[in-house]
């Protein structure tokens, strides 16, 4: 018997050894959804490009986070409806999916959840949700797509925000540069993007940012060794649960894509990756690096960039007689 389990385990180690090696490291790589619901995915993407369902029928959940870019609005913080100023910074929608909890103080457990936020935030998409279901139901061609995805007649905001989430579970960005090297590719990444990684790792970034979102996974606060000074008057975590101790914790953003994602930080004060890399090693972990010690980590963090969702360009059935009108300027 003893011997019996001795084999099995030598022969599981034996076959397993790729993933074996990946799952040493901190990070693990990015694999393709799975028990996606198509019919909805076509449905979700459609309702995340359409406008209709803001106030002024101008903003998309797509105006915001820019799916032909990094999934933001590169934006120190956000315009929404009458040219309203966010008070935050928007985080990207790529691999969201990964998130312990969704905004940047886990308000919303999850996607479904959060999608119903930006239609009613009056900030944002201006809307209600009674509003965007009146349009939306309003619209022939959506009405039979809704049954046809749900089995059932009608349109309501549960169905909505259900849709979006599962396209956004399709949002990930698989087969970067680091993950092709995580996954064996020796040559995928150049000798300063190593170096990079080991610094990341040997400096302590990988205590907030890891797994296969690189971040994503917990709450940390925002100037954790040295105090973060800003005018961005978010609280964090705190905001939610009330406890002092959660002053000023934010979700740790993922770092996949974050090429991509400028300006940083939930002020969205940092313009730039080195000088995001910078603020996080005085803040987070009490050090300076050189200035070849920020190039390598800036570095390693754009192997990062993964391959983008691409796919054709939602085509948006048109409004009745009797679908409410949008309402640009009040
Ligand atoms: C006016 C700009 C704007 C619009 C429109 C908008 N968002 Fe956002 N989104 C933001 C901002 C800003 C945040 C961060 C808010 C916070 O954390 O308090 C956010 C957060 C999110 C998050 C959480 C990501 C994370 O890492 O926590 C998701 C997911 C998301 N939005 C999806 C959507 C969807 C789906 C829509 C359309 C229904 C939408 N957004 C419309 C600006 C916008
Ligand atoms: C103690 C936990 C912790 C450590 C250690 C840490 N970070 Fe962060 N990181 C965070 C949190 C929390 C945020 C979001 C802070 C905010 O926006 O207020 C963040 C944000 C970032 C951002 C900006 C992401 C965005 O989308 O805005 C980058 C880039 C980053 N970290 C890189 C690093 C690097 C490089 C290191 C190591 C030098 C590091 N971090 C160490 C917790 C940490």
Known sequence: MKKRSIFLLSSIALTLTPLVLASNEPIQPIKAPKGINTAQVELGKKLFFDPRLSKSGFISCNSCHNLSMGGTDNLKSSIGHHWNQGPINSPTVLNATFNLAQFWDGRAKDLKEQAGGPIANPGEMGSTHELAVEIIKSIPAYQQEFKKTFGSDGVDIDKITQAIAEFEKTLVTPNSRFDQWLTGKKD????????????????????????????????????????????????????????????LMFKVPTLRNIELTYPYFHDGNAATLTEAVNTM??????????????????????????????????????????????????
Do not use: W
């Open 188 to 247: 995928a990444i150049s000798d300063q993007e190593k170096a990079g990684y080991q610094l990341f790792k040997s400096s302590g970034c990988t205590a907030c940012h890891n797994g296969v979102a690189v971040g994503g996974n917990s709450y940390q606060k925002m100037g954790a060794v040295n105090p973060y000074k800003t005018d961005n008057k978010a609280e964090g975590r705190f905001t939610v649960t009330k406890k002092d101790a959660d002053k």
């Open 281 to 330: 090693g005085d803040v987070q972990l009490g050090k300076k690096f050189s200035k070849d010690e920020t190039a390598s980590i800036v570095a390693f963090l754009k192997t990062l960039t993964g391959d983008r969702p691409s796919f054709t360009m939602p085509i948006l059935p048109p409004s009745v007689d009797s679908t409410p009108k949008p309402v640009p300027f009040k």
